[in-house]
């Protein structure tokens, strides 16, 4: 399938997944790097913990920040997540999994939208969503932001042990 004129094609087509294994790859994936525009068009790329529920991914952080900046002037972002990577000198190469997305971010307004997000990503990573992690979301969660990427495109590359 041809990308158009605004996404390219995987240049090595040897190392493209399928797009169901690059959503498994995302899911997997403890974490990535989120990248933004500012309104001066400077790029910003910070790393973030993520969930994925169906075609979006939600993050969490600060209410106020670069990356709320950013996508206060653009939506579009790109997001990055590796979910194995092993060095491997003596071939001088790197074994990896990894996920590009391209979709348009936005901070989430809607309580129970944000409420499911904050207790997805407590259950993510905290083991459950944990009597402790309720708490938190209780106390803290009304000042957390939660951002919503609506995933317009997955691609997904890996080099992995043949077999």
């Given at each position: 399938?041809s990308?158009?004129?605004?996404?390219?094609d995987?240049?090595?087509?040897?190392?493209?997944?399928?797009?169901?294994?690059?959503?498994?790859?995302?899911?997997?994936?403890?974490?990535?790097?989120?990248?933004?525009?500012?309104?001066?068009?400077?790029?910003?790329?910070?790393?973030?913990?993520?969930?994925?529920?169906?075609?979006?991914?939600?993050?969490?952080?600060?209410?106020?920040?670069?990356?709320?900046?950013?996508?206060?002037?653009?939506?579009?972002?790109?997001?990055?997540?590796v979910?194995?990577?092993?060095?491997?000198?003596?071939?001088?190469?790197?074994?990896?999994?990894?996920?590009?997305?391209?979709?348009?971010?936005?901070?989430?307004?809607?309580?129970?939208?944000?409420?499911?997000?904050?207790?997805?990503?407590?259950?993510?990573?905290c083991?459950?969503?944990?009597?402790?992690?309720?708490?938190?979301?209780?106390?803290?969660?009304?000042?957390?932001?939660?951002?919503?990427?609506?995933?317009?495109?997955?691609?997904?590359?890996?080099?992995?042990?043949?077999?």
């Open positions: 399938m990308a158009g004129p605004i996404f390219r995987i240049r090595r087509k040897n190392r493209e997944v399928p797009e169901h294994e690059a959503r498994e790859i995302l899911a997997r994936a403890s974490h990535g790097v989120l990248a933004t525009a500012g309104a001066g068009g400077w790029p910003y790329a910070v790393p973030v913990s993520h969930v994925v529920a169906g075609d979006s991914i939600y993050v969490h952080g600060a209410p106020e920040g670069h990356k709320l900046d950013n996508l206060a002037s653009d939506e579009r972002v790109c997001y990055c997540a979910a194995s990577a092993e060095v491997m000198p003596e071939k001088l190469s790197t074994r990896y999994e990894s996920a590009i997305v391209f979709g348009r971010a936005a901070v989430v307004v809607d309580d129970a939208e944000r409420l499911r997000a904050l207790e997805l990503l407590a259950g993510r990573f083991g459950g969503l944990t009597a402790a992690a309720q708490e938190v979301i209780r106390s803290s969660g009304p000042r957390a932001a939660v951002v919503r990427i609506r995933i317009e495109r997955i691609t997904g590359k890996a080099n992995r042990p043949p077999g």
